[in-house]
């Protein structure tokens, strides 16, 4: 008796509240009750490290951090801006793409969470981390209050001067700090690659997050832009840690190789030069030079790479590297302040340093610093060449315009190059191969009125390189091949093959590498006979593709270098109504005229 006159009283509360708020009432004093507070979305925004150019930002539904099948995949125009219809109420990831100040790929990963207006290094420390707003404006010398998530660090006035400033620069340090620990942690593994810098940096951001949750009456960059070495070196170790638990997949080789190493060592060598490059952006003028050099410098990785045996966990009670990281630190700052007889004290007490910790260990190494901040690890295109149909052009030419004949078949059958395999550019895989998984896509859009265009993209490509530096491309039976093609008058069409041909990707002598178009054209013209709808019509008007393009060919997960070693571009490719995430990495882009 006693449950049922409760379940009665239950229901009638139930009822009067019901009734209540249907007519607006609230509490005993007549108040409405506030209305439910709307889900926070994104609709449109920016990604900023410097702004990114061609960016991929993805609506992440499921919270995973990857594009998953059905997930809206967006790309960042030439100021970093991008857009969602609808907007977006998940976290929004952002990878790839090319920092327009310093015209370097971006190799991180940045998040925001759901209702951000920008996604940068900051924002991505609030992101399913625990870390809260007030705590990360505090720990970077911020007005209390600063909503980091809510403000452009990149805005300029009309005078073309940073509007906030301050935000900018320790955006730019943070930035230096994840960056440099994560291709630092990479060089030390031997894989360097897109995919596993990625996730590395990934790591890179927990142990901030890890670092400043557990000191947090201590701050990483100061109301006057000082970097604190202590918390630095904290992150380093930590990240180093988390590398080696690491459960991404991306990482299965790396974190074994990591493993071998004492964060304590490691972090005594790296994190003074670490905070001191990051430092100099804090504390430094709006200089897009200084902001390449610093973020493109591989001094510290190469200088541990070198030493490397002296960072393992069985020299750790041997060796005490924090000298050589005080004189690491100071020749970099030499070279920054193209300070040449700095550099050469700096450089001359290094070595020394190293030397003394060799003969503590027994562990004969050497350094040589004449080769620091040199790239090692990379594919150069030979002679800056890129053959177009099978004629050779220079990089140059195709970068200002040219004319090539297209082929009975497609207007751009082949785009090929040919690579110098410089060291170890695909990693060792767990099998014990140098082999690696990339995409490549090339895209052609009409220079004029018509609007035409014609994007393909191959999802899975095997490079491998053997003992003699050969390289070997394959195609997997896997693999799928997107496509879509836009008519002069507006008519679309994409589609998806399955069972592409293995010679769609080939690799002559000397390592001469062609993407061939012509080939995947004449499978796409024998599968769209059974598809429905108009793709027949479109494809077939695009088959004999006359006219001046724009031409975009980028291969995601490799480093592509020029001959000078200066970085290939960093593109994006995204292959519309493709429901796949783009192709992003580094390639070429110019104008070509087919006749």
Do not use: W
Not at 312 to 337: E, P, R, Y
Request: net charge neutral; glycine share 10%.
């Amino acid at each position: 008796m006693f449950n049922k006159k409760n379940a009665i009283l239950s229901a009638a509360v139930t009822l009067a509240i019901s009734t209540l708020t249907a007519c607006g009432g609230g509490g005993g004093d007549g108040a409405a009750v506030p209305p439910a507070p709307v889900a926070a979305a994104t609709a449109s925004g920016k990604v900023v490290d410097g702004y990114l150019s061609s960016a991929q930002v993805l609506c992440d539904t499921n919270n995973n951090g990857v594009a998953d099948a059905g997930e809206v995949v967006v790309i960042t125009n030439g100021q970093g801006d991008f857009a969602f219809s609808p907007a977006c109420s998940s976290p929004v990831v952002a990878s790839g793409g090319t920092n327009i100040d310093t015209g370097l790929p971006f190799k991180g990963v940045i998040k925001a969470s759901a209702g951000s207006t920008v996604v940068t290094p900051l924002t991505t420390l609030l992101v399913n981390t625990g870390l809260t707003a007030a705590q990360l404006a505090a720990a970077l010398g911020l007005p209390a209050g600063t909503d980091v998530t809510k403000i452009d660090p990149a805005a300029k006035n009309a005078a073309g001067a940073l509007v906030n400033a301050d935000l900018q620069k320790k955006t730019l340090a943070v930035q230096q700090v994840m960056q440099q620990i994560a291709n630092t942690i990479g060089t030390l593994a031997q894989n360097t690659s897109t995919s596993a810098i990625q996730a590395i940096y990934g790591e890179v951001v927990q142990a901030v997050v890890k670092t400043l949750s557990a000191n947090t009456t201590a701050t990483l960059v100061d109301a006057t832009g000082n970097v604190n070495v202590s918390l630095v070196n904290g992150i380093v170790q930590q990240s180093l840690t988390n590398v080696a638990a690491s459960a991404a997949t991306a990482l299965t080789v790396t974190k074994q190789n990591i493993g071998t190493y004492s964060p304590k060592s490691v972090a005594a060598l790296t994190a003074a030069g670490i905070a001191s490059g990051a430092q100099t952006l804090a504390q430094s003028t709006d200089s897009n030079a200084l902001t390449k050099s610093l973020h493109a410098d591989t001094t510290i990785g190469d200088a541990a790479n070198q030493i490397a045996a002296l960072l393992t966990t069985a020299n750790a009670g041997k060796v005490d590297l924090t000298a050589a990281g005080t004189s690491l630190q100071q020749f970099i700052a030499a070279s920054i302040a193209g300070d040449a007889a700095g550099k050469s004290a700096a450089g001359t007490k290094l070595k020394a340093d190293v030397a003394t910790q060799s003969t503590n260990s027994g562990t004969p190494v050497t350094l040589d610093t004449s080769t620091l901040n040199t790239p090692s690890n990379y594919l150069s295109i030979q002679n800056d060449q890129i053959a177009l149909n099978g004629t050779t052009y220079t990089l140059s030419q195709f970068t200002s315009g040219l004319t090539v004949t297209g082929a009975t078949q497609a207007s751009l059958d082949t785009v090929g190059f040919t690579f110098v395999v410089h060291g170890t550019p695909i990693p060792v895989n767990a099998s014990g191969v140098k082999a690696t998984t990339v995409g490549m896509a090339l895209e052609l859009t009409d220079t004029g009125a018509s609007g035409r265009v014609l994007q393909m993209s191959i999802d899975t490509v095997n490079i491998a390189v053997d003992a003699s530096n050969q390289v070997s491309a394959s195609v997997p039976a896997g693999a799928k091949v997107y496509i879509y093609g836009k008519t002069a008058s507006g008519v679309t069409a994409n589609l998806t093959l399955n069972n592409v041909a293995a010679n769609s990707i080939s690799v002559g002598p000397s390592n001469a590498v062609n993407f061939n178009m012509g080939i995947l054209f004449n499978r796409l013209l024998a599968g769209i006979q059974a598809q429905p709808g108009n793709q027949s019509t479109v494809f077939t008007n695009l088959q004999n593709l006359k006219g001046t393009f724009n031409v975009k060919f980028v291969m995601s997960n490799l480093d592509l270098r020029k001959q000078d070693t200066t970085p290939a571009t960093g593109l994006s490719v995204l292959v519309t109504a493709a429901n796949q995430p783009p192709v992003s990495g580094l390639g070429v882009q110019g104008i070509v005229t087919v006749k």
